[in-house]
Structure formats: C-alpha cells, structure tokens
C-alpha cells in the first residue's frame, strides 16, 4: 500500500512533541481527530439532559417566565446548547467554547443557534445565568475561576461537575467533594446542591458519580426561601457517609478476627518451616562451595571466549575494512581510465588542431624549464606518479575551462551517453534508501527500462549521494542530489510530480508548461493531512493540474479517477499500484530468520500482515482475532510510524509478535512463512481512496488474502474481503482451508502477473507518448 510513502517525508515534523493537556491548542486537535470518535457529542448530551433534570421547578420557572439571558460556557461542538434551546426554547441562548475548531464545528450542525468563541476566564458580556457541564475539572485551580464568574453573571451560576473522582482520568486536574464549595463567594450562595450517582444508569458514558450546583445572587434573587436546599442535602450526605462508615467498621472487625486466627495459624507453620530451613541449611553450604568452585572454572572459561570473540572481531574488522579498500581502488582506477580517456580524446583534438602546432613551437622556446621539471620529477618520483600528477592538473585545468563543476562536467558525461532519449526528472520529496521500497522508486526503476533517462532526486535523509550514482542494473537510472543542476542544465524535460508534495506550487507547474515541458502528475491516496507534507498548499495546486489538461495525471484508485474526470475529459488515465514478481516467488522457505524461529517453529498458523502500523490499523480486530483464534499466530512486520502501537496493549497476547521494520530486500524471507496475508485496516476517507502495494505482493507470494470491505480489494478474485470484525476472523478460517487449492493457485498468481510494476510503467509510458500529438 502506498499510504506511507509522502508520510516517510514528514517523519520529523509528526514526531514533534505533543500539545500540553488542556491547552487550545490540545482541544483544536481533539475535536479535529477523535472527538466524534470517542463519543464526545454524545456524552456532552447525556450530561445536559441528565443537568436538566436536577433543574429545581422555582429555577426553571424564573428562567423561562422572566426570558433570561443563557450562556452554555465550555460548550463543546454544541450538542449541550441544542438540548437547552429546546427546553428555554423563549430565551436568549448562546454557546461559547475556546476552540476555534469546536465553534467551528457547533456552527455547522446547528446554524439556527447562537455560538461565539471565547474564554470562559475573559467574559466580555454579562448573562443572567451562566451554565456549565463538565468543564471546570479541567482547571488547575477551578474554584478561582468560578469567583470569578461571579464578576459577570446576573443571577444565577449553575455547574454540573465530576463529583469525588479521586482515581482521575488524565484530562482531569481537580476533585470535587463536599468541603470544595464554599456557602457564599462574593454576593453569591449556594441555594442548590445534589449528588448524583451515575452507575445506576445503565446507559451512562460517566461511570461516576455527578453534582449539580446552583449560586444566586443575593442582590437579584430572594434567596431566603431556597437556600435551606443545601444544607439539607448536605446532611443527608454526611448520614449516608456516617452509615458506610459503620458498615466498613463492622466488615473490617471481622476481617481482623479472622486474620488473628490466620496468623495463629501462619505461626505453627512457620515453626516447621525453620526446622526444615535449619537442616536445609547445612545441605546449602556443601552445595555454596561447589557452587564456587563450578563459578571460578566458568568465569576462567568466559574470560577464554570472550578473547577469542574479541580476536575474531578485530580479524572481521580489518578483513572488511580490507574488502571496502579494495572494492574503492577498483572504483578509483574504473573512474580514472574513464576519465584519463576522455582527456585523452579531447587532448587529441587539442594536439590535431593548428593552434596547438602554432603555439607548442612558441611554449617550447618560452618554458624549456618545465620540460626539465618533468624529467626531475620522472628521475625522483617515478614515471607512474609523475604522469598521475601532470594528468590530475590537466583534468582541473579542462574541467575548470569548460565546466562550473565536476557535477557538471560528469551530468554532461551522462547526457553524452544517453543522447535522444527523453528525460524525466523526480524532485526531491522522498529518499531512495527509506525503510519500505513504495512506489516512486518501483516506477522509476521501470520507466528508465522503458527507455528513459531518469534522475531519482533525493533530499539525503537516509541516503548518501553526492553527485551523481548510476543504479545498479538499471543503467539508465541515476539516483542524484544534484536537483537544480538538472533544472538549470536540461531544457527538455519530464518532471514526474506526486500529489502529496507540498513543495510543489501552482506557479512551478504553469512555469514548466510554458517552458514547454511535461508534467507527469500522480495521485496517491486521498489529500489528508496526515498524507501531505503541507494540506493547505497542496489543494488548491492539486485543482489546477487536474483542470489543465496538458499535465499527465495518472490517479492510482477508482475513487481518485472518478474525482479527476470531472475536471478533464482527456490525458489521464487508472494506474493501480503493482509488484515485482521475482522478488516475492524466488524465495528459499527452508532458510528462517533469527528473530521468527520461535513462531515458525511452532507449526501454528501464521495470520501474518506487513506494512505501516498507523491511524488506519484496526488494531482491535487484531486483539479480536487474537483472543478468538489463541491457536493461531498472528506475526505484524512493520514501523510504528505515527505512535499510534503504543495505545494498544497487544504485547498482553502471547499469540501476537510484533517485528520490524524490515527492509525490503529482506521482507521476502519473512512473508514466505505467512499462511493467510491479511490487510485488517479501518474505513476512512484515506483507505477508501488507496491501493495498497502490499496486496499485489500478497499475490505473488501465493497465500490466501483476506482483508477489510476496501474498495480496492473488491475487484480481486482472489481476495476474501469481510464486511465486519466477525466475517473477518471467518474469512481467515476459510482462507486457511484454500491453501493447497488449485483453482484458487491458479487465480492469485494470474491477478498478481497482470499488475507488475513493469506492465503499470508501460501504461505511463504510453500516456507519456500519447501526450505528444495533444
């Protein structure tokens, strides 16, 4: 699956530490991510309605008969306020929160209510009655901030509060209990006071216990026919309190009896125990001094293996070091011949020419001393050292004639060889070398077969390339970090360009059109933010290249295709992701890495996934089938990539073992020993739109596929796709049955021969081709 490859850019920037808890910052990321995710808008309901209720009848009566002013502080995404308009439906009513993204949120859901965004601390309005749920738990120091509402509320503050939460939540700073709340602050008292235990509801979010609080203001209420409320209620609290007490008291005197007579008891044994302990004893000395004696010989022995491990490590060492010195002499010799014969040709050229003739007459009567510095040189140095100096200053002196650079003078040696092919050029967004092998280096690797110079740009994270490195094998792909070199020296040009990079703007594209180049533009994955290097930037370039028709754009996804041909009618086209066959099938399965023995060994079946660790893993899936299937092994090779592993506990399952990264030349060995290959991801906006890498790698290894209802993996017959977590754990038993299955042999092997990377370059290449009679 290609979701990886843009996030392996920003790597850096997604390991930046986190927002401090309770800061706006932290509450605009909550409700951009996981608020709906985890119940937020649903608890915020519960806790209005459940405050409603506690609402006195004089209370409620005062607010609606005299149409109050009513302000929601800490409103959330507006939920609370909906249920509120509802009850006061005549009043004033207004929702406030401080993050931006919340407000943002409320105003959409609800655009008939009123929402500000504020600090419940910086008040600018004063209401008659100030509401709030479940906000001041937040407060380092809440019961302040409370006074200080009293400064900018009318007549009434009304709170609904966590109530004894000693065993806190880790968003929660302070604990309310009875000796929080003072009888009076400023003008205010408290005329209402009730403890609400919500364990007794079996739909509760809040397993817990809740208090619903109400302050008046004595200059605007006639608080001397309600303020008894509290005390009432406060006794009953101390009664309730007194009477668990005395039953605690009663349960802790029998327990102490019982554990005298344990103790009494423990004491008869521990008498039998010392005598036992008294004749083992004298059995542990004798044992103590052959201990010693079998210690002494073992440390004599550790100390012989650890010198001879320490030669064999140095003997390793100097033969490796011996090996790169060789290996970098030959390098050295290949590229001086290489060098030493284009001096030579153009020497040639040189010594043929008039001029030359001309002039070597006039320098041969002028420096006569620099031939006899040549002969000194050849009598004291030797004729191999002498000519390796002489051809070392003439080569500065060609390249500096002719060339800015050796950079340049070597891309000008590529180009020479490479006359009349057409060149693309891939700017630098990802290296070459990352930890998964994605697709911008499968398709360079094969375009440059389809008979194009191509330059592999990289930014040097995990690579170290300076100038040019010819790729094994693929003579016509050079990996480079020499990006404005090419732009400025090679005129004619293809610039191949992913979507996810933020770095590419508008302006260069529509710059490269003029110039009369071609852009070849690919869209990977949906446009998320946790896929681009920079959203804001990337959308609106992203609509320019799908509207202008002379880009190439290839779309990897029904989904992505569908949203490009709304905007052209030609010059695009569907190109999914594929895989290298003999990279996957030329495996010895009799050779086991070290670090799955143990699993291998255990002739179980290995349920087995590789790939990215991240947002769009269903990780509880994973524990489903764990705890489901304890039989059954399940092996995850991957890199935790956005710390997303660490929330889940999966270490708790001994069926469950977590390796890697593994670098892809290496991946083979290890998914060859899988049973069933798997793809348990989420359904979300990123994985309805991705196609994923690893399920044509699946192919060509020849398990049985099972994966999670993506759009992608629908169109495949040899994949097993489950609509839920159920059918899932299903779907992996069945698979396990169809392992030996010729028919099904059959299918896999033909879906994964139709979608190798070579066949998916030569659908660009041919789009590439066709853009030249547009």
């Given at each position: 699956?290609?979701?990886?490859?843009?996030?392996?850019?920003?790597?850096?920037?997604?390991?930046?530490?986190?927002?401090?808890?309770?800061?706006?910052?932290?509450?605009?990321?909550?409700?951009?991510?996981?608020?709906?995710?985890?119940?937020?808008?649903?608890?915020?309901?519960?806790?209005?309605?459940?405050?409603?209720?506690?609402?006195?009848?004089?209370?409620?009566?005062?607010?609606?008969?005299?149409?109050?002013?009513?302000?929601?502080?800490?409103?959330?995404?507006?939920?609370?306020?909906?249920?509120?308009?509802?009850?006061?439906?005549?009043?004033?009513?207004?929702?406030?929160?401080?993050?931006?993204?919340?407000?943002?949120?409320?105003?959409?859901?609800?655009?008939?209510?009123?929402?500000?965004?504020?600090?419940?601390?910086?008040?600018?309005?004063?209401?008659?009655?100030?509401?709030?749920?479940?906000?001041?738990?937040?407060?380092?120091?809440?019961?302040?901030?409370?006074?200080?509402?009293?400064?900018?509320?009318?007549?009434?503050?009304?709170?609904?509060?966590?109530?004894?939460?000693?065993?806190?939540?880790?968003?929660?700073?302070?604990?309310?209990?009875?000796?929080?709340?003072?009888?009076?602050?400023?003008?205010?008292?408290?005329?209402?006071?009730?403890?609400?235990?919500?364990?007794?509801?079996?739909?509760?979010?809040?397993?817990?216990?809740?208090?619903?609080?109400?302050?008046?203001?004595?200059?605007?209420?006639?608080?001397?026919?309600?303020?008894?409320?509290?005390?009432?209620?406060?006794?009953?609290?101390?009664?309730?309190?007194?009477?668990?007490?005395?039953?605690?008291?009663?349960?802790?005197?029998?327990?102490?009896?019982?554990?005298?007579?344990?103790?009494?008891?423990?004491?008869?044994?521990?008498?039998?125990?010392?005598?036992?302990?008294?004749?083992?004893?004298?059995?542990?000395?004798?044992?103590?001094?052959?201990?010693?004696?079998?210690?002494?010989?073992?440390?004599?022995?550790?100390?012989?293996?650890?010198?001879?491990?320490?030669?064999?490590?140095?003997?390793?060492?100097?033969?490796?070091?011996?090996?790169?010195?060789?290996?970098?002499?030959?390098?050295?010799?290949?590229?001086?011949?290489?060098?030493?014969?284009?001096?030579?040709?153009?020497?040639?050229?040189?010594?043929?020419?008039?001029?030359?003739?001309?002039?070597?007459?006039?320098?041969?009567?002028?420096?006569?001393?620099?031939?006899?510095?040549?002969?000194?040189?050849?009598?004291?140095?030797?004729?191999?050292?002498?000519?390796?100096?002489?051809?070392?200053?003439?080569?500065?002196?060609?390249?500096?004639?002719?060339?800015?650079?050796?950079?340049?003078?070597?891309?000008?040696?590529?180009?020479?060889?490479?006359?009349?092919?057409?060149?693309?050029?891939?700017?630098?967004?990802?290296?070459?070398?990352?930890?998964?092998?994605?697709?911008?280096?499968?398709?360079?690797?094969?375009?440059?077969?389809?008979?194009?110079?191509?330059?592999?740009?990289?930014?040097?994270?995990?690579?170290?390339?300076?100038?040019?490195?010819?790729?094994?094998?693929?003579?016509?792909?050079?990996?480079?970090?020499?990006?404005?070199?090419?732009?400025?020296?090679?005129?004619?040009?293809?610039?191949?360009?992913?979507?996810?990079?933020?770095?590419?703007?508008?302006?260069?594209?529509?710059?490269?059109?003029?110039?009369?180049?071609?852009?070849?533009?690919?869209?990977?994955?949906?446009?998320?933010?946790?896929?681009?290097?920079?959203?804001?930037?990337?959308?609106?370039?992203?609509?320019?290249?799908?509207?202008?028709?002379?880009?190439?754009?290839?779309?990897?996804?029904?989904?992505?295709?569908?949203?490009?041909?709304?905007?052209?009618?030609?010059?695009?086209?569907?190109?999914?992701?594929?895989?290298?066959?003999?990279?996957?099938?030329?495996?010895?399965?009799?050779?086991?890495?070290?670090?799955?023995k143990k699993i291998v060994n255990k002739k179980k079946p290995i349920i087995g996934y590789f790939g990215a660790l991240a947002k769009w893993f269903d990780y509880r899936l994973v524990e489903k089938l764990a705890s489901e299937r304890p039989d059954y092994e399940i092996l995850l090779i991957g890199w935790n990539y956005d710390g997303s592993l660490e929330q889940h506990d999966l270490g708790k399952y001994e069926n469950i073992s977590i390796v890697g990264p593994i670098n892809y030349k290496e991946l083979p060995k290890y998914a060859v020993h899988f049973d069933v290959s798997t793809?348990?991801?989420?359904?979300?906006?990123?994985?309805?739109?991705?196609?994923?890498?690893?399920?044509?790698?699946?192919?060509?290894?020849?398990?049985?596929?099972?994966?999670?209802?993506?759009?992608?993996?629908?169109?495949?017959?040899?994949?097993?796709?489950?609509?839920?977590?159920?059918?899932?754990?299903?779907?992996?038993?069945?698979?396990?049955?169809?392992?030996?299955?010729?028919?099904?042999?059959?299918?896999?092997?033909?879906?994964?021969?139709?979608?190798?990377?070579?066949?998916?370059?030569?659908?660009?290449?041919?789009?590439?081709?066709?853009?030249?009679?547009?």
């Amino acid at each position: 699956m290609y979701l990886l490859f843009i996030k392996l850019i920003i790597w850096s920037w997604k390991m930046m530490s986190k927002n401090a808890v309770n800061t706006k910052e932290y509450w605009d990321d909550r409700f951009d991510t996981d608020w709906e995710e985890n119940k937020g808008r649903e608890q915020t309901g519960y806790f209005v309605n459940l405050a409603i209720k506690e609402f006195p009848e004089w209370l409620s009566k005062d607010i609606k008969d005299n149409k109050l002013s009513f302000c929601d502080a800490g409103c959330a995404e507006g939920d609370g306020v909906h249920v509120l308009s509802q009850f006061f439906a005549e009043n004033e009513l207004v929702g406030m929160d401080f993050s931006e993204s919340a407000i943002h949120k409320a105003k959409l859901a609800y655009p008939n209510l009123n929402f500000i965004c504020g600090n419940i601390q910086e008040l600018s309005k004063k209401y008659d009655v100030l509401f709030s749920s479940n906000t001041f738990e937040h407060f380092l120091n809440p019961m302040e901030s409370i006074r200080k509402l009293t400064e900018v509320t009318a007549k009434y503050i009304i709170l609904l509060l966590p109530f004894q939460e000693y065993d806190r939540i880790s968003e929660h700073f302070y604990t309310f209990d009875y000796n929080t709340f003072p009888v009076a602050m400023n003008n205010f008292n408290l005329v209402h006071f009730n403890e609400i235990d919500c364990r007794r509801d079996p739909k509760t979010p809040w397993y817990g216990k809740q208090v619903f609080v109400v302050y008046a203001n004595s200059n605007t209420v006639d608080i001397e026919n309600i303020k008894f409320d509290y005390n009432v209620l406060y006794l009953k609290g101390i009664e309730q309190q007194r009477t668990e007490l005395l039953d605690l008291n009663g349960s802790l005197r029998q327990e102490l009896h019982s554990s005298q007579i344990h103790v009494m008891q423990k004491e008869s044994e521990l008498v039998a125990c010392r005598n036992e302990v008294n004749q083992l004893d004298s059995q542990i000395k004798t044992l103590s001094q052959k201990s010693v004696q079998v210690h002494e010989e073992l440390e004599k022995c550790r100390g012989e293996i650890l010198e001879i491990q320490a030669d064999l490590l140095k003997e390793k060492k100097l033969v490796e070091q011996q090996k790169q010195e060789v290996d970098k002499q030959k390098y050295e010799v290949a590229k001086l011949i290489d060098e030493r014969y284009a001096v030579t040709l153009e020497l040639n050229k040189i010594h043929d020419s008039n001029l030359w003739k001309v002039a070597r007459k006039y320098y041969k009567l002028r420096d006569g001393s620099n031939i006899g510095k040549f002969f000194k040189s050849i009598k004291n140095n030797g004729v191999k050292v002498t000519t390796k100096k002489v051809y070392s200053k003439l080569k500065k002196k060609y390249i500096n004639i002719r060339y800015k650079s050796e950079n340049e003078y070597n891309l000008q040696k590529i180009l020479s060889h490479h006359k009349d092919k057409p060149i693309i050029i891939y700017p630098p967004l990802l290296d070459w070398d990352i930890p998964l092998f994605q697709r911008p280096q499968h398709i360079a690797l094969n375009l440059s077969d389809c008979g194009y110079l191509y330059f592999y740009c990289t930014i040097n994270h995990y690579d170290d390339v300076r100038g040019f490195k010819e790729y094994e094998g693929y003579p016509n792909l050079y990996i480079t970090d020499q990006y404005e070199l090419l732009m400025k020296n090679i005129k004619s040009r293809i610039v191949h360009v992913y979507a996810q990079d933020g770095q590419i703007t508008s302006e260069f594209i529509h710059e490269q059109l003029q110039l009369g180049n071609k852009v070849l533009y690919e869209y990977l994955d949906a446009l998320h933010e946790d896929l681009c290097t920079s959203k804001n930037n990337v959308i609106g370039r992203h609509l320019d290249v799908l509207k202008d028709e002379r880009c190439i754009v290839v779309a990897t996804a029904d989904k992505l295709y569908q949203e490009v041909s709304q905007y052209r009618s030609n010059n695009f086209k569907l190109v999914t992701n594929g895989v290298e066959m003999n990279h996957f099938q030329s495996v010895d399965k009799s050779v086991v890495p070290d670090d799955i023995k143990k699993i291998v060994n255990k002739k179980k079946p290995i349920i087995g996934y590789f790939g990215a660790l991240a947002k769009w893993f269903d990780y509880r899936l994973v524990e489903k089938l764990a705890s489901e299937r304890p039989d059954y092994e399940i092996l995850l090779i991957g890199w935790n990539y956005d710390g997303s592993l660490e929330q889940h506990d999966l270490g708790k399952y001994e069926n469950i073992s977590i390796v890697g990264p593994i670098n892809y030349k290496e991946l083979p060995k290890y998914a060859v020993h899988f049973d069933v290959s798997t793809i348990p991801f989420l359904i979300n906006e990123i994985t309805e739109a991705t196609s994923p890498i690893k399920l044509f790698e699946y192919m060509a290894l020849g398990h049985p596929i099972v994966t999670s209802d993506l759009p992608e993996c629908r169109k495949y017959k040899s994949v097993l796709v489950a609509k839920d977590h159920d059918s899932f754990i299903d779907s992996i038993d069945k698979a396990l049955s169809m392992r030996n299955d010729v028919e099904y042999n059959q299918i896999i092997n033909s879906e994964a021969l139709d979608n190798t990377w070579k066949s998916k370059a030569k659908h660009i290449a041919q789009l590439i081709d066709n853009n030249d009679s547009l």
